[in-house]
């Protein structure tokens, strides 16, 4: 306290000047000196007491005293660093995970997107009314985002977004990044602000670029607006960097550049092509409802507005309504149920890290009993003691709280290393934000609170008479083992919720590994994309004669197909064709461009007819449910259909197959034989002698020596590809099962030192039952049965809160698992085996009792 | 501790020792010594101020910004603390002396209402 050193000399001089005066003055009435000071002083008063009046004006003394405890409280846990390093390790175990997922989920659910006004923000959308419609939500086209765009009054303003890669050339350097094209009103409409720059330019082809890309690859210059970067070979002049903070309006995809739809389709003539389809349904329409519509005016009017549009155009349009929904306000409510939820199962986590740190607690107010006597007899009240140790338990779990911080750092450094490989790479850039702060520092205060408080009740009741009598006997006599007991039986409770949860998320998992997918993902098959663009990023389409010649030739490979789509790749389900059979409306179907034999590659079954063979180009496969709705009969192979204009002969029908996800249900694709130079990205899948994993550095360095210039996006193994396809239902088995462990670990620990402090008691009993003659065996199975009784209590109750919660999370999340004997039995038995291991330990120590020694000490 | 003896000790009322100190500086900086006498010898030796609680007072008033503090020198030449009242101190005084008025003015209402009903 150095800075408030002159104020209290000052305040000493202060009074003693007056004592001084006030002692001349009386030595001036003709006292002596000795007299006239002590009637000073007398007259002044107590000074000690005047500088506690004035210290309290300063408003030190509140300050002064909570230092003195927390230095107190550092003593004391300096005095006992075990127990104190067991309880911190404890709670940063917890706190650790904790922060990390929560800041996680603050990233990608709780962060409000930068957006003015977002109330105003709806979507629009199409729906199919035909009852058996292949589709039933559609995306709106941009020509209809244009019409929408010129006759819709309920809103200041419509924009439109689409999803792409692009190949970025950069210092030498070649990336691949996720962009959107946007309207040139995107940033007006949505309401972002450029952090710099003045957006996109009139009078040449300009970008805007993310604060992301910005710091990474630009380097964060300053004088980046005005220079130029060249995308799929096209040169963009920097409109303007957005602001850390909009990342897109997409939760999990961040683009790294906006682009002007204008500008894109002058520029690339593919684009535009399928940019003017009307049945080109992709992309996103956001509007900004005026603030004096109401929302059902508005999608009154959507709907009518399409009714017009279905009249202009019914060739595309005739079955399709407009309708609007609130995206934002929906991901809002949705990010916050996701949050609590986690939030839940992390805090199960924290509170067996408490009931821990309150058993360490217990016992170490056992051990301060006489300190604590000593202190009451001396006058110390009650709520003092209780704030002491209040104080202690707080920075007990500041400490833990820096560790875990720090803990959580780490963890989330590890975080991209754990997302599968994609050929748009995803930034994830995570920091503490100001929620994570308030959330770690409310852990701090709530595990305080929660492991503190009872020790403190317990440690500071008045207790004179057995507490300073230094009688080992007497207090141990008095370990708080109901309490304690308590606690070890949520612990163990919690842990059995934690890993029954894991058990039933691990189920889900296995239900999802299991369905079924329409290929063999087992199959010796190594995977690689080859990207159809070139050195400076303009497009460039692929030889793929040239590259399947080359690929054949590698030692082990036994055959080599291709296809421009392949399931759960994740982006893009390929194209959509019209299909027109005569006699019925045109409709669309999803639709593959591949080549020869790629299907049998990756063990789709052929249910009749033949794959596709090299001179097919007249001909079509069509899947099981397509086949089925062109001839119920069965007999679709001959048939002949119309596709995107040009008559095709239906060669072979094909099992359903997945494409964008494991779940996705059963719907009409086509596979069609890829015209001879077609433009895109080509997946090559290559089937192999032995393990495909040993083929892909050899199938990169063939591709790129087959196609100079091109670039490998990403090779993995079939297996790979499917099991990158589940990362989220992994990582989420991954993530119950480390947070059950690391509750179980925590739990053994308390459960270890219930058992020990239980044998502890009896010790003097059971060394007079071995002296009696009882064998040890006996006395073992006693202090073992005493921890499982408390470990059996723990699963009882564990169950009873963990069967109803599985069946609740099964009502609410679709394909959960709500109940299943795997996870029941094999949380049970880790849990059993858990409680076995740590009773045993202090119930061997019965074999060292010498009952002489312990008699021998009364 | 000397519970006993406080509560026979008389004590000012809540404030009014802050009122008295601004009021004494009114005539000009002085060092505590001097404003404890000047209350002492001004109320006719009626007021009795234990000297010390003087101090915690000029600190809270120095908090509060109606007075400041600087160093000076005695009458008899020694180096001593003065206090000065502060502009805000000045306007405060006229608010607790209109205070101090109206308070005056409503307890002798009370205390003498049969003096005034005999005036009638």
Excluded at chain 1, 19 to 46: C, H, Q, V, W
Excluded at chain 1, 94 to 120: C, H, Q, Y
Excluded at chain 1, 278 to 301: I, M, N
Excluded at chain 1, 392 to 421: D, F, R, T
Aim: aromatic share 8%.
């Amino acid at each position: 306290m150095r800075w408030r050193r002159p104020a209290e000399e000052d305040l000493e001089r202060d009074i003693a000047d007056h004592i001084a005066m006030e002692t001349e003055d009386n030595m001036a009435r003709g006292m002596s000196p000795a007299e006239a000071r002590y009637a000073a002083l007398r007259k002044f008063g107590n000074i000690t007491r005047v500088k506690e009046d004035t210290r309290s004006v300063w408003g030190w003394t509140a300050l002064d005293t909570w230092c003195a405890d927390v230095r107190h409280a550092l003593r004391r846990i300096r005095r006992s660093p075990g127990t104190a390093a067991l309880a911190v390790l404890s709670l940063a175990l917890a706190f650790a995970p904790n922060v990390a997922v929560f800041s996680v989920m603050d990233r990608l659910f709780l962060t409000p997107l930068p957006i003015k006004a977002p109330g105003e923000i709806f979507a629009i959308q199409f729906r199919d009314t035909r009852p058996n419609a292949n589709f039933s939500y559609l995306p709106v086209s941009y020509p209809d985002f244009q019409d929408f765009r010129r006759s819709l009054k309920s809103f200041s303003g419509l924009t439109y977004q689409i999803g792409k890669g692009a190949m970025v050339a950069l210092n030498g350097r070649r990336m691949i990044v996720g962009l959107h094209v946007v309207s040139e009103n995107y940033f007006d409409v949505l309401g972002v602000p450029m952090q710099s720059g003045p957006g996109f330019l009139k009078n040449r082809p300009s970008l805007i670029v993310s604060h992301s890309f910005w710091m990474r690859e630009l380097e964060g210059r300053p004088d980046i607006i005005g220079r130029t970067l060249l995308v799929n070979g096209q040169t963009f002049t920097i409109g303007g960097v957005a602001t850390p903070d909009f990342r897109g309006t997409d939760r999990f995809f961040s683009p790294d550049l906006w682009i002007p739809f204008e500008t894109l389709l002058r520029l690339q003539p593919g684009f535009l092509a399928d940019m003017e389809r009307r049945d080109f349904h992709a992309g996103t329409l956001w509007a900004r409802l005026r603030p004096d519509v109401p929302p059902a005016q508005a999608a009154a009017e959507v709907e009518s507005v399409s009714r017009e549009l279905a009249e202009r155009w019914p060739a595309t349009n005739r079955y399709l309504a407009g309708y609007t929904y609130a995206p934002l306000a929906d991901r809002e409510r949705s990010g916050i149920t996701l949050t609590s939820i986690g939030v839940f199962l992390l805090g199960i986590l924290l509170a067996v890290a408490c009931a821990n740190v309150a058993g360490i607690l217990l016992a170490r107010a056992e051990e301060r009993r006489h300190e604590t006597a000593i202190r009451q007899a001396l006058g110390a009240s009650r709520a003092r003691l209780v704030r002491e140790w209040m104080v202690e338990s707080v920075v007990l779990s500041s400490i833990a709280a820096a560790l875990g911080l720090a803990g959580a750092k780490v963890l989330m450094n590890l975080l991209p290393g754990l997302l599968p490989s994609m050929v748009v790479p995803i930034h994830f850039e995570f920091s503490f934000g100001p929620r994570v702060w308030l959330y770690a520092a409310s852990l701090v205060c709530v595990s305080a609170l929660c492991f503190g408080l009872v020790p403190a009740w317990r440690g500071s009741r008045p207790d004179l008479l057995s507490g300073l009598r230094r009688d080992s006997a007497v207090s141990i006599l008095h370990v708080h083992i109901p309490v304690r007991s308590l606690l070890i039986v949520m612990q163990v409770a919690a842990a059995e919720v934690l890993l029954f949860s894991a058990g039933l998320v691990l189920d889900t998992f296995s239900a999802a590994q299991r369905l079924d997918i329409g290929f063999d993902p087992h199959r010796p098959v190594a995977l690689a994309v080859l990207l159809g663009t070139g050195e400076d990023g303009s497009p460039r389409p692929v030889d793929r004669e040239a590259v399947c010649d080359r690929l054949a030739r590698i030692a082990g490979v036994r055959r080599v197909a291709y296809s421009h789509s392949v399931p759960l790749s994740g982006s893009g389900a390929g194209v959509r064709f019209r299909l027109e059979v005569p006699g019925r409306e045109p409709r669309q179907v999803m639709g593959v461009w591949a080549g020869p034999a790629f299907l049998s590659t990756l063990g789709v079954r052929m249910l009749s007819g033949r794959d596709l063979e090299p001179a097919d180009r007249q001909a079509v496969l069509v899947n099981a449910t397509l086949a089925r709705q062109l001839d119920p009969a069965g007999n679709a192979v001959g048939r002949e259909i119309r596709l995107d204009g040009a008559i095709r002969q239906i060669v072979g029908v094909f099992q359903d197959t997945v494409w964008n996800t494991v779940y996705d249900p059963p719907q009409p694709r086509a596979i069609g034989l890829a015209p001879a130079r077609s433009g895109g990205d080509v997946t090559f899948a290559v089937e192999v002698a032995g393990n495909p994993r040993a083929y892909l550095a050899a199938l990169r360095s063939e591709l790129t020596a087959a196609q100079p210039g091109l670039t490998v996006a990403s090779s993995k193994t079939l297996w790979q590809h499917y099991q990158d396809s589940l990362f989220m239902e992994r990582t989420a088995t991954q993530l119950f099962y480390a947070l059950g462990l690391l509750a179980l670990l925590l739990t053994i620990t308390g459960l270890h030192g219930i058992t020990t402090a239980l044998f502890a008691r009896r010790s003097k009993e059971f060394a007079i039952r071995l002296a009696l003659g009882a064998a040890p065996r006996q006395i073992m199975g006693t202090v073992l049965a005493s921890g499982l009784k408390l470990a059996a209590g723990g699963l009882a109750l564990g169950l009873a809160i963990a069967v109803p919660g599985g069946l609740f999370m099964a009502s609410q999340v679709h394909g959960f698992s709500a109940w299943s004997v795997p996870a029941l039995g094999l949380s049970s038995a880790i849990v059993m085996v858990a409680a076995i291991t740590a009773a045993a330990q202090p119930a061997r120590r019965v074999l060292r009792i010498q009952p002489g020694d312990i008699v021998r000490a009364e | 501790m000397s519970t006993h003896e406080e509560k026979e000790r008389i004590e000012f009322l809540q404030g009014t020792l802050d009122m008295l100190v601004l009021r004494t500086l009114l005539l000009g900086p002085a060092h505590g010594h001097a404003i404890a006498h000047a209350i002492e010898r001004n109320s006719d030796d009626v007021l009795q101020v234990e000297q010390g609680s003087l101090y915690p007072a000029l600190h809270r008033l120095i908090r509060r910004g109606w007075i400041q503090a600087e160093e000076g020198l005695s009458e008899n030449n020694r180096r001593a603390k003065f206090y000065r009242l502060t502009a805000k101190g000045r306007k405060q005084l006229a608010i607790e002396n209109t205070r101090w008025e109206k308070f005056a003015g409503a307890i002798a209402r009370i205390m003498r209402p049969a003096e005034q009903e005999a005036d009638l």
